[in-house]
C-alpha cells in the first residue's frame, strides 16, 4: 500500500525492485520502532536458546522454531541494530546491498553492523547464555 | 561453536521458514478506497485558484446579462446596435 500510494513519486531511475525493496525495508524498520516504542517486546527464552543450540546443531530445529527464536532475540535490541542484523543475517545482504536498502552510506552499515554485533553478544553475555557451546 | 557461529546457524534455518499465505487484498482496497487525500502541489493550487476566479467574476456577468437580456424587448437588435457601435 505504501509502495502504491508512492508510486506517482517513482522517477524510474532505478529498478523498481530496489525500489519497492527500499519501501519494504522502510516500513518494517518504522514498524519495529513503533513496537519497541510501545515496549511490546516477546519474552526472551533462554532455555529454548540452550535446547536450540546447545547441541551445536540448530539445524535440526524447525524452520518457524528457527525463525522465532531469532526474531526474539532480534527484538531484545534497538530497532537500527535489529535492522541491520536481520539484513545481514536473516537476508543475507552484503554491506553495499544493505546500504542501498536502508540508505545510510557503506562506511555507515560497516561501523552499524560492528556496533550491533557487539550489543548482541552483551546480550546474550548477560542473559547467561552459553555462547561457546 | 561461537555465539556468532550459533545466530549464523539459526539464520540459515530460518531462511527455510515459509511464511503463511495471506490475502490481504479486500482490506487494502478498504482501505485505498477510504481514500487517502494526495497532497496538492503548488502548480495545481495555482489552477484550483484561477478556476475558483474565473467562477466568481463569470457567475456575476453570467445572471446579468440574463437579467438585461429579459428586461429588454428587443434583446437581439440592442446587442446588435451595441455591437455596431462598438465596431464603429
Not at chain 1, 516500513?27 to 519495529?32: C, H, L, S
Not at chain 1, 539484513?87 to 536502508?102: G, H, I, P, W
Not at chain 2, 521458514?17 to 495555482?46: I, K
Not at chain 2, 489552477?47 to 438585461?68: E, G, R
Amino acid at each position: 500500500m505504501e509502495a502504491y500510494l508512492s508510486l506517482s513519486r517513482y522517477r524510474g531511475n532505478a529498478p523498481l525492485e530496489h525500489w519497492l525493496t527500499r519501501i519494504a525495508t522502510r516500513v518494517g524498520y518504522r514498524y519495529w520502532k513503533e513496537k519497541a516504542r510501545r515496549r511490546r517486546m516477546e519474552p526472551f527464552d533462554v532455555q529454548e536458546w540452550d535446547r536450540a543450540t546447545g547441541s551445536g546443531d540448530a539445524g535440526t530445529l524447525e524452520p518457524d522454531d528457527a525463525a522465532e527464536l531469532l526474531h526474539q532475540v532480534f527484538e531484545q535490541l534497538a530497532p537500527r541494530d535489529r535492522l541491520v542484523l536481520t539484513l545481514r543475517y536473516l537476508e543475507q545482504c552484503d554491506v553495499a546491498e544493505t546500504s542501498r536498502r536502508v540508505g545510510w552510506t557503506k562506511t555507515m552499515v560497516k561501523v552499524q553492523t560492528m556496533r550491533a554485533r557487539n550489543r548482541l553478544r552483551k546480550l546474550l553475555e548477560q542473559s547467561g547464555m552459553e555462547l561457546t557451546g | 561453536m561461537n555465539w556468532e557461529q550459533k545466530i549464523e546457524q539459526l539464520a540459515a534455518r530460518a531462511r527455510e521458514e515459509r511464511t503463511p499465505r495471506v490475502d490481504v487484498t479486500s482490506r487494502v482496497l478498504a482501505v485505498l478506497s477510504a481514500g487517502q487525500a494526495q497532497p496538492v502541489t503548488v502548480a495545481e493550487r495555482f489552477w484550483i485558484w484561477l478556476a475558483a476566479a474565473s467562477a466568481a467574476v463569470a457567475v456575476p456577468a453570467a445572471a446579468t446579462a440574463i437579467i438585461l437580456y429579459t428586461k429588454s424587448p428587443q434583446p437581439l437588435s440592442e446587442i446588435a446596435e451595441a455591437i455596431s457601435w462598438a465596431i464603429q
